[in-house]
């Protein structure tokens, strides 16, 4: 089939890593033509694992996330003459790892289904907070194919040209992914996802990526598995994890590719001359250690101690009352210099808190904090 793709990439190293290599060769061998779309102005490394599989690499500003990006390549680059000469477009971005099974399968199953565009995953109506916004259930766009009746049409032109440049992520999935779902389902388009096929069954505000990981890959063969599962905070992070070993000992998946992208929300900027895991850094720097508090990102990182084969004394609290777990206070801990207490809470101003109740028993270097999937230093 006379396919185009446009692959999106961007990230501070303005690298192409390996992994992005792999998913534009199983690209080029579905495509008639692909397309490497940098939101930066060069590319330092890696260029090697990008070359052999596209036509031709386009350069911008980072505008607009991955939707500026395609905007900018369907509306002004290439044009909707061109555009319109091919049987399917692919969006394609990098935040994905795969492909684990041959993209070309998935094709086929997909063309086999009556759709008009269609995507590998997608999650039921939810909304999001602060502030609420509701949306429709929807396919995602990270992988987004659209077929000849879609791209030839001018409600696919329209939105397009109407998009304006979102300025964060979640204008991003709001004015793109959600939007894009229903302006063509309102001109009368059927979308559907790979996972539809098997009718599995989500709950409301369910992110299957997120929360079923591992069952989507070994179970229903899904071929990829998004960065962001790998993320403490999420309630299938164990999955995540598992989801690597499935990878690895089935031979489906060089699973180096993955640990850094793991290790780095442990990484604490500004510290040493190259990223690290600093929390591995911390730990080996300790005697022993706590995690404070048993909450979701608690418990993950319990998870992650026993995926790296480390030791944890436990969970730890200052107020035994509000815990329904296995978390001793604070005061009857064993806390001596040499002890290490990992903060591990989604909330900075949490973290700040909690290091004001527990000031005096140990020292601020006796700390590490995860906030938000990532590893933070607070202010002394």
């Known amino acids: 089939m006379n396919r185009l793709c446009i692959y999106m990439t961007y990230n501070r190293e303005q690298k192409i890593y390996e992994y992005m290599g792999s998913v534009l060769k199983a690209l080029r061998e579905c495509c008639s033509k692909v397309y490497l779309i940098c939101n930066y102005e060069r ?5 090697e694992n990008a070359i052999p599989f596209i036509d031709q690499i386009i350069y911008r500003k980072n505008l607009g996330f991955d939707a500026g990006a395609y905007k900018d390549i369907l509306c002004n680059m290439l044009g909707w003459d061109e555009v319109r000469n091919y049987d399917e477009l692919i969006l394609v971005n990098d935040s994905f790892f795969g492909f684990f099974y041959p993209l070309q399968d998935t094709f086929y ?3 086999r289904e009556t759709c008009d565009f269609w995507g590998i995953t997608g999650q039921t109506a939810g909304e999001f907070s602060n502030p609420i916004y509701k949306f429709e259930a929807h396919v995602h766009s990270y992988f987004l194919v659209l077929k000849k009746a879609v791209i030839g049409s001018n409600a696919f032109k329209l939105f397009w040209e109407q998009l304006v440049y979102p300025d964060s992520f979640r204008n991003a999935v709001i ?3 959600i939007t894009i779902n229903s302006w063509l389902r309102k001109a009368g388009f059927k979308g559907i996802s790979y996972i539809d096929i098997y009718r599995i069954k989500l709950e409301t505000n369910e992110n299957p990526y997120y929360t079923i ?3 989507l890959v070994r179970r229903y063969k899904v071929p990829i598995m998004k960065k962001k599962s790998l993320l403490i905070r999420n309630k299938g992070f164990k999955e995540a994890l598992d989801t690597i070993d499935y990878l690895k000992c089935n031979h489906l998946y060089f699973t180096d590719w993955i640990i850094p992208f793991l290790e780095n929300q442990f990484y604490v900027p500004d510290t040493g001359t190259k990223i690290c895991n600093s929390l591995e850094v911390f730990y080996r720097n300790h005697s022993h250690v706590y995690i404070y508090g048993s909450g979701v990102c608690g418990k993950n990182l319990a998870v992650y101690f026993q995926y790296k084969g480390w030791d944890c004394k ?4 200052t107020d035994v009352s509000k815990e329904s777990g296995t978390a001793i206070s604070i005061y009857e801990a064993i806390i001596n210099s040499d002890t290490g207490i990992i903060i591990s809470v989604i909330n900075k ?3 700040e808190e ?3 109740n527990i000031v005096g028993i140990c020292k601020r270097e006796q700390l590490f904090y995860i906030s938000d999937c990532a590893a933070i230093k607070l202010p002394n």
């Not at 590319?43 to 260029?47: K, Q």
């Not at 436990?314 to 609290?317: L, R, Y």
């Open 43 to 47: 590319i330092n490394a890696g260029i």
């Open 109 to 111: 199953l997909m063309n």
């Open 175 to 177: 004015n793109f992914e």
């Open 213 to 215: 990981p591992c069952e």
């Open 314 to 317: 436990g969970f730890i609290v």
């Open 349 to 351: 101003k949490v973290a």
């Open 354 to 356: 909690i290091t004001k």
